[in-house]
């Protein structure tokens, strides 16, 4: 009697995207410094992506120190389509990569409305939001500073973002000043939950 028996070996190491990164909008300062506080043209990446940006005033021309400040970095990442962005406080950094493999099942975000403020007031930001996540990206993560949507109340403000993927709406996300509001599309199912 012969046992033959045949052993099969399988890589199932994940494939790894290659990613291009490339800065969107930079943005320094005090909640209150708004126009004043874009430092895009400052921000570079002599050696390619990743990259990592500082939160130093002097990189800024901006020679006075304050906690408060904070440095807000967006990029965008191909092939996934991706908008990510990143808050650091002064002397931290904002380290400007591409993470993740394309969706596994990738849908569209597409921005129905957004609003900012406060208590006692708020504002319209739709269009400021579309500015940022572009053209139905995959993933996008906004910024909420009040030198991006401006000071509407001198409270703590709120983000609210309502939006679609693939047409269909979702609960929507929010964010509280100085944080991120990430937009995503992943259901369970995608993840074989």
């Not at 400007?96 to 569209?108: D, K, L, S």
């Not at 900012?116 to 500015?131: E, I, L, N, Y």
Request: with cysteine; aromatic share 8%; hydrophobic share 35%.
């Amino acid at each position: 009697m012969a046992i033959v028996g045949t052993v099969v070996a399988c890589s199932q190491s994940p494939r790894v995207v290659q990613s291009t990164a490339q800065i969107k909008r930079a943005f320094w300062g005090l909640p209150q410094a708004a126009p004043g506080a874009d430092v895009t043209s400052m921000v570079t990446c002599p050696g390619g992506y990743p990259c990592d940006v500082f939160a130093n005033g002097p990189a800024y021309n901006d020679s006075r120190f304050d906690i408060a400040k904070r440095l807000t970095v967006i990029w965008t990442c191909q092939p996934q389509n991706f908008v990510l962005s990143e808050i650091a406080t002064p002397s931290f950094k904002v380290r400007m990569a591409c993470v993740g493999g394309a969706p596994v099942v990738p849908r569209r975000i597409d921005i129905l409305e957004a609003s900012w403020g406060g208590p006692s007031s708020t504002v319209d930001v739709t269009q400021q939001v579309r500015d940022i996540c572009g053209d139905g990206p995959s993933r996008c993560q906004v910024p909420a500073m009040a030198y991006i949507f401006g000071m509407p109340d001198r409270l703590t403000k709120t983000l609210r973002i309502r939006y679609t993927c693939n047409g269909q709406t979702t609960p929507g996300r929010q964010a509280t000043e100085n944080s991120i509001a990430d937009l995503r599309c992943e259901q369970p199912a995608d993840l074989g939950y």
